[in-house]
């Protein structure tokens, strides 16, 4: 049968606390000063982070948990003669709830790299990647923590993008390419009957990677233009088309609101914007 939840604020949430350290490396080599290299890592251990838990988890850590979390009916006899030891479930509140403790650690890795040439003009080369391997939630003290990453209730393992830009006096052209890691169809901490539905209703046990390229123009008229006249003075016109290649994002097959398209795409698919504006 349907199972109600409840979403929401809790007024017995208690303010969060948290430690972060990050280091970071610059490199530009000295023999290519217009290249330029970093790596920063970042760590955050926090207590009381105040998060919302999915109904999996909810159920999963139910007898560590405040009481009225998971709302169930009475055992029939029927169900004793089955071996349950607790009724069908009627009702689940997933609103905030102050986690015991989470970690995030965290990669950030960057290349920049700018080209000149009096002829061609400028050139922009730069690629941007963030690597979170593990981010770590332990709802209740004595509940083993749960690793998200990688799962459709965390953050991807890999995401990034790269592009280069082109200018050369009023024109500047770009392009750029997103990539969006894989993920597993389920949540962290589902049980296997729930690993093994959401499996059956995806036929994959993986949402596939996604990568999307988008590409723009821009003119911009200059006062050394010959249309820099009149109301043209200052203009600057442009078109962005996004999504160039027209990739349908990956379809996730559930029920209720888990169903749909992956949040890292756009059902919109290939979408162009024009835009003219004028400075003051």
């Given at each position: 049968?349907?199972?109600?939840h409840?979403f ?7 303010p ?12 530009v ?18 207590v009381?982070?105040?998060a ?9 850590f139910?007898d560590s948990?405040?009481?009225g ?8 006899p029927?169900d004793i003669a089955?071996?349950?030891?607790a009724?069908?479930v009627?009702?689940?509140?997933v ?5 015991a403790e989470?970690?995030?650690q965290?990669?950030?890795f ?5 080209w000149?040439?009096d002829?061609v ?9 963030t690597?979170q391997?593990?981010?770590?939630r332990r ?12 799962f ?5 393992q890999?995401?990034?993008n790269a592009?280069?830009?082109w200018v ?5 052209l770009g ?8 993920y ?8 296997q009957g729930a690993i093994?539905t959401a499996?059956l209703?995806?036929g994959?046990?993986m949402?596939?990677?996604?990568t999307?390229?988008?590409v723009?123009?821009?003119?911009r008229?200059s006062?050394?233009s ?5 109301w ?9 088309i996004?999504n ?6 990956p ?5 209720g ?5 992956s949040?890292?795409?756009?059902p919109r698919?290939?979408?162009y ?8």
């Open positions: 049968g349907l199972i109600a409840t929401g604020g809790n007024p017995d949430l208690r969060e606390d948290s430690d972060t350290w990050s280091v970071g490396v610059v490199f080599p000295p023999w290519m000063e217009d290249l330029r290299l970093s790596v920063d890592c970042t760590r955050i251990d926090k009381d982070e105040i919302s838990l999915n109904g999996q988890e909810v159920l999963f139910e948990l405040p009481a979390r998971v709302t169930r009916g009475e055992l029939t029927e089955n071996g349950f030891e009724g069908p009627q009702a689940i509140n609103s905030s709830v102050n986690v989470a970690q995030v965290a990669w950030d960057q290349a920049d790299y700018l000149r040439s002829r003009g400028e050139l922009h080369f730069y690629a941007l990647a690597w391997p593990h981010f770590k709802p209740v003290p004595e509940a083993p923590a749960l690793d998200l990453a990688g459709n209730n965390g953050p991807l890999w995401r990034g592009g280069i830009d050369r006096g009023s024109w500047t392009w750029n390419a997103q990539f969006f890691d894989s597993r169809v389920y949540a962290a901490g589902s049980s093994n499996m209703n995806q994959s046990a949402i596939s990677s996604q999307y390229h988008d723009f123009a821009r003119y008229v006062n050394s010959h249309f820099a006249s009149g043209l003075e200052d203009m600057e016109f442009s078109l962005n996004q160039l290649f027209d990739r349908i994002p379809i996730i097959a559930g029920t609101s888990s169903n749909g398209y949040t890292y795409g756009d698919l290939r979408r914007v024009i835009s003219v504006r004028r400075r003051f």
